[in-house]
């Protein structure tokens, strides 16, 4: 079946320091890519999303690159900033028709000042 | 504004009592999903409606669990006779065009 593996966590980094938090995945077919983020006490927000290979989801300063050959999404930022502290969440939509996601672990970011 | 309000935030309940969820999306949908997050883990699908139909189950839906969504519009999760194994976050989500859902802010279980 559809799995998501990403990097544990937490990842601890300065501000201004890059980012990458590494996912990949397993499926059948042409399955959608995304991140979605979770800030402490909140509900999940959609990052960014790719829908076919070599497609570069972006949003806030974030990016992520559709790559098939590598069954990879991985997630990326030059510069963090402490507000970027939260829970972020790679997850993939099969090519079903409807929108069943099925989520990675996650993995915390702690941005330090 | 996630197009999605869930109702209530929080409730801690005893373990043995029945609890029910409510979600409401602010716009007509045809699809309406419910997931389930536990601490330190991603959400888990439970279940999902098209209209009033309820067209999957996730087999992490006991039959404790029961979802309904009567008029094709607001939905129910109800679980009677809480473990503390319920113990989670229930999230509704809707489409949001393409094929991206967006989550409501989530109802906290707590069961004691």
């Known amino acids: 079946g559809n799995s998501v593996t990403q990097m544990e966590g937490p990842v601890t980094l300065s501000e201004e320091a890059f980012l990458t938090i590494n996912c990949t995945y397993t499926a059948t077919g042409y399955p959608s890519l995304f991140w979605y983020v979770q800030y402490p006490g909140e509900g999940l927000q959609l990052l960014l999303k790719?829908?076919?290979?070599?497609d570069k989801g972006s949003n806030k300063g974030f990016e992520a690159t559709y790559r098939k050959e590598t069954t990879s999404f991985h997630l990326e930022k030059g510069s963090v900033q402490v507000s970027d502290s939260a829970v972020y969440f790679c997850?993939?939509?099969?090519?079903?028709?409807?929108?069943?996601?099925?989520f990675g672990t996650g993995t915390r970011l702690l941005v330090s000042p | 504004d996630t197009g999605v309000s869930q109702d209530p935030r929080h409730k801690i309940t005893k373990r043995g009592q029945n609890v029910t969820f409510r979600c409401d999306p602010i716009?007509?949908?045809?699809?309406l999903y419910w997931y389930r997050q536990t601490l330190g883990q991603g959400p888990e699908f439970l279940t999902y409606f098209q209209n009033e139909a309820q067209l999957e189950k996730s087999r992490l839906l006991s039959d404790r669990f029961s979802a309904e969504r009567p008029k094709g519009s607001f939905s129910t999760l109800e679980i009677q006779r809480t473990e503390q194994g319920d113990s989670a976050m229930y999230l509704c989500a809707t489409p949001a065009g393409g094929n991206t859902i967006y989550f409501g802010e989530g109802s906290w279980l707590t069961v004691v």
């Open positions: 716009s007509e949908h045809n699809r």
């Open positions: 997850a993939l939509s099969g090519d079903t028709g409807f929108q069943k996601l099925v």
């Open positions: 790719a829908t076919k290979a070599d």
